[in-house]
């Protein structure tokens, strides 16, 4: 069985990485042990837009797809974006509060000084998108959740769904009329974030910083992999 990863820096590492490549620390290395091939695509700053268009382009050049395990980590569907620039053929990412972009290095772009444009569009996104309401992007999510999946079943490809902090939005109940028909059986009911509160200090980095460190990625990797064995996946 193969492992692709997809997701932010929940999957990729915050830190102590070079080259592109993620910690041997974090949960999606430590679980690779159990796999013949592990690919890693999640990244730094990452919106749910990148995790849903870099996961097709992966499988649309796999031939044999029923070999994969997907485990796709959802992030944050409301401070996120990806824009494009048509000039440069190059994505690049938006997280509210911040005035610069996020350049993807895993799609190998490599500017020596970012083209000003990005920041005009940047500018044009923030004022555009202050008309968005959280149902839509909510309902947008929705989309993307249950496209991936049927996507997944058409190449017959496993899969598990696992989201920082926003499972609510994709559980059962919600009004969406897409919600219902998603493969919950697939969706962790557990989102990362449970593991950080206030009696699990010992598992992130700081009061400020809530990202996993070592121990919490050791939890997050117990964790996936006894949801993975629930659904014989290993």
């Keep these: 069985m193969k492992l692709f990863v997809n997701g932010c820096s929940f999957s990729h590492g915050h830190k102590g990485w ?3 490549l993620p910690p041997k620390w974090v949960w999606p290395s430590l679980i690779s042990k159990q796999f013949e091939e592990t690919v890693n695509l999640a990244w730094q700053g990452g919106s749910n837009e990148r995790i849903f ?35 440069t053929d190059t994505y690049y990412g938006y997280l ?38 959280e149902k839509q992007l909510e309902s947008k999510f929705i989309q993307q959740t249950y496209i991936l999946s049927e996507f997944f079943k058409r190449k017959e490809i496993k899969f598990l769904f696992v989201s920082v902090s926003t499972h609510s939005v994709i559980h059962p109940e919600n009004t969406h009329p897409l919600a219902k028909l998603l493969p919950h059986e697939n969706i962790l009911q557990t989102p990362m974030t449970y593991f ?23 939890v997050l990797s117990n964790y996936i992999t006894n949801e993975l064995k629930l659904r014989n996946y290993l």
């Design 196 to 218: 950080i509160n206030p009696n699990s200090k010992e598992y992130i980095e700081s009061d400020t910083d809530f990202h996993p460190n070592i121990k919490g990625h050791a």
């Design 18 to 20: 070079t080259d592109m």
């Design 53 to 87: 268009r870099t996961t097709l382009d992966f499988f649309d050049d796999v031939k044999y797809t029923k070999d994969w395990l997907a485990v796709i980590q959802w992030t944050n569907p409301y401070a996120r974006s990806e824009l494009y620039d048509a000039e």
């Design 96 to 133: 509210n509060g911040s005035d610069k972009p996020v350049l993807d290095l895993t799609a190998h772009t490599k500017f020596i000084e970012i083209p000003k444009r990005f920041y005009r569009n940047i500018e044009l996104y923030k004022a555009t998108n202050l008309l968005k309401s």
